[in-house]
DNA sequence: TTGTAGGCGTTATCAC
DNA sequence: GTGATAACGCCTACAA
């Protein structure tokens, strides 16, 4: 903080010292006041309030936090707000936390691993009494990692580093392709439509463990790892009609793939779910948007948020390193029916 | 800041003075090499960096902000990070300030003006050097905006409220709705396929905008209002349908909506662009999603990103308050081609 | 119950 | 070029 943005002195601020003159008491009686930290006479009491609501104080949280050694603060940090899935895990932190004194602040790290590391030091620096973070990188973030587990309570979401260990809340990809395969056996003749997968290079933990759940549940079946996104299902299908297929269930290891698988088989002219069915993970929003709507492993977002509050909310007493898996469910679009 | 979450102290934490006392200098000098102020002896800036570095010593910028009242923070409020758009605003002001010396910290709202409230008291307790943000409502936030303007540099992004004399960086709604009469006049024959709107209620600048641009372009056009939301989108297919229009050129006022349509259409047996063709308005990512794509008219959200960091980077000197309106540009998709 | 005083970590001012 | 010192705004012993 406090370099490279021009000041915006309006008028000086009004501080507690103001208040005080203006009520005609001490500061510590509105210190005691404004953070209801002790019993204050009525009619004082009335005295600051009215004498701050005059002068427009707001309360400094910089000289509080500076004194307390604490900021109310949650400091998380996303690859990237323009996916569906971290915008909308961002957004479901944020309201489990709206019942609680602590703020959210969120930083995008897009993707980058300088801008990550800048990340955990601008929420470090500012004194956050957590960091959330869904890492960039399966290991080349560790080092993000361990720096904010070193000076701060951190929660890995969604996705966790090899090599630290450090709090973990995530969803259960094991049980997730569970549910898959389950659904597979027990809708779909896989004579007909055989399956494949349709992955992403294991960057992250949850596009690992998701790749080798697949390989565990469908040994031998053919599998296209890429990136992360869109356009990468789209170019999937390409390879996948180039090797020769022309019918088959692809179990894609995200929603956004899924969706660009669907968009590519589109293109080339066959249909879903009647030549391909397309099963994909995480239960993004916009997965009602594709035609046909996208059957996929939705993951409890909601849950997630709430397991974050009350990890953080812990007395940090429970220091060893917990790493928690939640249970998705299966959401049935005609992508893939039951 | 300051309450409500436990402390998380590991060992005390390392502070210039812990610098200075092993690296056998005074503060004052640390604080010169760290913050790089003034110029330090060769010998004497080595010996602080490494005992800097072998303490593991990160600036405290808490102190540094209490002392230079300045944050180098910018703070942006966004009603919904499930909201594509407003997600992607968030993502792109974020890269824009990638360069800068700011850190972008986003506050979600929640859609509740009550959180709004508290997300702008956040920041300006924080004392952030500027904040930026989409206001909730048209009207009802005025009171949060005036608030944020009265200490801090501000700046409304997307939306203005009414009756807040105070920076707007957004899209020139009339420029985007010219784009879209000009298309439809080149390439629909308004005879076969009528223009409808579907809208959202008016709680927005931009929504208002839109709307007025509409009925002024195509007079006596039927209009429908409902929520910013893919479902009124769907909804809005029924009642258009029930009013007896079996051919049309739907214009919806943003792309979540216009999704929601095509949905809907596809669900009555309509088909796009074939029977009805259908423009939105955003430029959101998921709009390649939907089949057909849809043809929509995207906001520049990289170029409003750089006018909200140079708005931010001028010498506060410029006060008056500017209202600058980004022209967006048309794309074509599969629901409306050209 | 209220007031006084000291200090949280940093930077700026002032001497040297 | 370097070191001592005084703030920045707030909270919290401690004293009254």
Known sequence: ???????????????????????????????????????????????????????????????????????????????????????????????????????????????????????????????????????????ESVDSVRLAAHSALTIQLDRQVVGADVHFVGCDNAAGLGLITTHIREHVDVDDKPVLYVGAKTLSS????????????????????????????????????????????????????????IAGLHVRGYRVPDDFRVIGFDGIGVARFAHPTLTTVRQPVEEIGQTVLDLVSLPRSTTPSRSVRIAPDLILGDSSPG
Chains 1, 2 share one sequence.
């Not at 019918?247 to 698988?261: F, P, S």
């Open 206 to 261: 949850s596009g690992h463990e998701r790749f080798q759940q697949f390989t565990q549940n469908f040994p031998d079946r053919p599998t296209y790892l890429g990136d992360f996104d869109f356009a990468w299902g789209q170019q999937a299908v390409d390879e996948i009609l180039s090797d020769g297929h022309t019918r088959g269930t692809i179990v894609a290891a995200a929603d956004i793939i899924g969706l660009g698988v």
């Open 1 to 139: 903080m406090a370099e490279g943005l021009p000041q915006h002195a309006l008028s000086r601020p009004v501080t507690m010292a103001d208040v005080a003159a203006h009520a005609g008491v001490s500061v510590s009686t509105v210190s005691r006041v404004i953070s209801a930290a002790r019993p204050v006479a009525e009619p004082l009491r009335d005295a600051v309030l009215g004498a701050a609501a005059e002068l427009g104080y707001q309360v400094n949280l910089v000289g509080r936090a500076l004194r307390k050694g604490r900021t109310a603060t949650v400091g998380l940090l996303v690859p990237d707000l323009d996916n569906p899935f971290f915008s909308s895990l961002a957004q479901h932190l944020s309201t489990a936390f709206e019942g609680s004194a602590a703020d959210v602040l969120v930083f995008s790290t897009c993707g980058d691993l300088r801008v990550e590391r800048r990340g955990v030091e601008a929420f470090l620096g500012r004194q956050v009494d957590a960091v959330v973070m869904i890492p960039c990188h399966e290991s």
